[in-house]
Nanobody
Framework: VQLVDSGGGAVQTGGSLSLACKVS????????MGWFRESPGNEREGVAS???????SYSYSAKGRFTITRDEGQNTLFLQMNNLDPDDSAMYYC??????????????????????WGQGTQVTVSS
């Protein structure tokens, strides 16, 4: 199983970025997928998750600004991030096979069973 994260970059406050996670060796509709982020000195935390039935869940900071979607044909997971803030600066990681699923967006990755990770993509938001 391989997850390849892309789409990070540097933007100013209020800007947008779209992250992508290209997956091979695992069908993204067969299980739960999610996005996590980690900044220096902090635990890796959930941002958004999507179940195999396409139910979604978001962290409190992501709700209303971020949208998690998937493209079954491309076997790719996406995270659209709008109205970015410097507090959103972090390394963002795609994950596959999360258990539990929808609550993963609301807690530390340490509390979730996550068998597959992407390599991460850096997001930097300047004020």
């Amino acid at each position: 199983v391989q997850l390849v994260d892309s789409g990070g970059g540097a933007v100013q406050t209020g800007g947008s970025l779209s992250l992508a996670c290209k997956v091979s060796g695992y069908r993204i509709t067969s299980g739960c997928m999610g996005w996590f982020r980690e900044s220096p000195g902090n635990e890796r935390e959930g941002v958004a998750s999507i179940s195999k039935d396409a139910d979604t869940s978001y962290s409190y900071s992501a709700k209303g600004r971020f949208t998690i979607t998937r493209d079954e044909g491309q076997n790719t997971l996406f995270l659209q991030m709008n109205n970015l803030d410097p507090d959103d600066s972090a390394m963002y990681y795609c994950a596959a096979g999360l258990r539990p699923c929808l609550s993963a967006a609301l807690q530390s990755a340490n509390h979730i069973n996550i068998p597959h990770w992407g390599q991460g993509t850096q997001v930097t938001v300047s004020s």
